[in-house]
Antibody
C-alpha cells in the first residue's frame, strides 16, 4: 500500500525556518518524481515545488522561489522541504504528492499524504 | 498566473448528475490536455479522480467523468451518492507557472 506521511509542521514566527519531511513507503521511491502542494485556510490548493526522481530537475512556484528548497533522499525514501524566511502567507497545510512520472512531470498526482500544518504567526 | 476559476459550491440530490466547471485560459486549460481533478475530504489526503482531461485511474468509479471545451474543463458526477460530498479541485499545466489549481468546489448532496 502506498503511504506518504508528512511531518515537521509547527508554529513558527515570521522570518523563521522549518523543515518538512515526507516519508514514503509501499512503492519504489526512486522511480517517481515528487511534489509539495499546500492549502492555505479557506483557500484552494497551490502547487509549491517539484523534484524529479534523481533530483536532476527542480521547480518552484514564484511565491516560494529563493526561500524554499526541495530535496530528497532516495536511500531513505524521504522527501524534504526546507522553508526559510517564512511569511504569514505561507500558513497552510502542506501535502506531499507523488507524480506519476519519473524523470519529468506528468503534471498530475496519483497519491497524496494527509498533510502537515505550518502556521506562521508572531 | 491566476488560479483556475471554479464555482464555490454545487449541490444535487442523490441519483442526479452534477457538473463542476473549471475555467482557465489559452495559456493553460485551453492549450494542453493536462487537466486533473481531485476529490478531497477535509483532513484527509486528496484523491486523483481524473487526469489528462478525461482519463480515469483504475479504481475510480465510472460515475466520474472529465471533459473539456475550449478553456473550460468539466467534472461530471452521475448517479450522485452521499459519499460524493466533498471538495473537488481542478488542476492544469500552465507553461509560465508549471501547475495551477482552481479555488475548489464544495459539493453538497442534499
Amino acid at each position: 500500500e502506498v503511504q506518504l506521511v508528512e511531518s515537521g509542521g509547527a508554529l513558527v514566527q515570521p522570518g523563521g525556518s522549518l523543515r518538512l519531511t515526507c516519508a514514503a513507503s509501499g512503492f519504489t521511491f526512486i522511480s517517481y518524481s515528487m511534489n509539495w502542494v499546500r492549502q492555505a485556510p479557506g483557500k484552494g490548493l497551490e502547487w509549491v515545488s517539484y523534484i524529479s526522481s534523481t533530483s536532476d530537475s527542480i521547480y518552484y512556484a514564484d511565491s516560494v522561489k529563493g526561500r524554499f528548497t526541495i530535496s530528497r533522499d532516495n536511500a531513505k525514501s524521504s522527501l524534504y522541504l526546507q522553508m526559510n524566511s517564512l511569511r504569514d502567507e505561507d500558513t497552510a497545510v502542506y501535502y506531499c504528492a507523488r507524480d506519476r512520472c519519473s524523470s519529468s512531470s506528468c503534471y498530475w498526482f496519483d497519491f497524496w499524504g494527509q498533510g502537515t500544518l505550518v502556521t506562521v504567526s508572531s | 498566473h491566476s488560479a483556475l476559476t471554479q464555482p464555490a459550491s454545487v449541490s444535487g440530490s442523490p441519483g442526479q448528475s452534477i457538473t463542476i466547471s473549471c475555467t482557465g485560459s489559452s495559456s493553460d486549460v485551453g492549450s494542453y490536455n493536462l487537466v486533473s481533478w481531485y476529490q478531497h475530504y477535509p483532513g484527509k489526503a486528496p484523491k486523483l479522480m481524473i487526469y489528462d482531461d478525461s482519463k480515469r485511474p483504475s479504481g475510480v468509479s465510472d460515475r466520474f467523468s472529465g471533459s473539456k471545451s475550449g478553456n473550460t474543463a468539466s467534472l461530471t458526477i452521475s448517479g450522485l451518492q452521499a459519499e460524493d460530498e466533498a471538495d473537488y479541485h481542478c488542476c492544469s499545466y500552465a507553461h509560465s507557472t508549471n501547475l495551477v489549481f482552481g479555488g475548489g468546489t464544495k459539493l453538497t448532496v442534499l
